[in-house]
């Protein structure tokens, strides 16, 4: 699930070169996860690490995540006598 879900945002992530020959990358639907590198191996890289780091930042905060669902048995939820 995790994984799908990284590989998902990275197919949406958007890369463009500066005027000083570096890479620029953001996922445009999450907010504050981009990079910049000096080659686009390293930006996409850099951008995978930022957008993982994002990704279990919101988990430990208990946030809401755009896109994502755990799926959940619901025969777990129900007490056991």
Known sequence: M????ILKQL????????KDGTYFGEIPDI??????????????????????DWFILKVRDKERI???R???DKRE?????
Request: with cysteine; net charge neutral.
């Open 31 to 52: 907010q504050g996860v981009w990079a910049n590198a000096k080659n686009l191996e390293d930006c996409r890289n850099e951008l995978q690490e930022v957008l993982e």
């Open 70 to 72: 755990l799926p959940v």
């Open 77 to 81: 939820l129900v007490p056991h006598a």
């Open 2 to 5: 995790f994984t799908n879900f």
């Open 11 to 18: 197919k949406n992530a958007r890369y463009k070169l500066l």
């Open 66 to 68: 755009p896109g994502f």
